[in-house]
């Protein structure tokens, strides 16, 4: 039982972390151990968005 249980926590971490949803939780324990209150989900996303327009990273040539 313990194969299936490693393999489905290895599944659940891969897709949180290829969805961004992992980023969330992270931002979300940052605001709480800061004391501050954090955006909304959507304002998140949208200033994420934001940022990878405004700063690519990756270049063609």
């Known amino acids: 039982m313990s194969v299936v249980r490693?393999?489905?926590a290895g599944?659940?971490?891969f897709v949180?972390?290829?969805t961004g949803e992992a980023r969330w939780d992270e931002y979300v324990a940052r605001?709480?151990?800061?004391g501050?209150?954090?955006m909304t989900r959507r304002a998140w996303e949208?200033?994420?968005a934001d940022q990878r327009e405004h700063s690519p990273q990756s270049r063609c040539c």
Not at 31 to 34: F, G, Q
């Open 6 to 8: 490693r393999w489905w």
């Open 11 to 13: 599944l659940r971490w």
């Open 16 to 18: 949180r972390e290829s």
């Open 31 to 34: 605001c709480a151990a800061s």
């Open 36 to 38: 501050t209150v954090p």
């Open 46 to 48: 949208r200033h994420r």
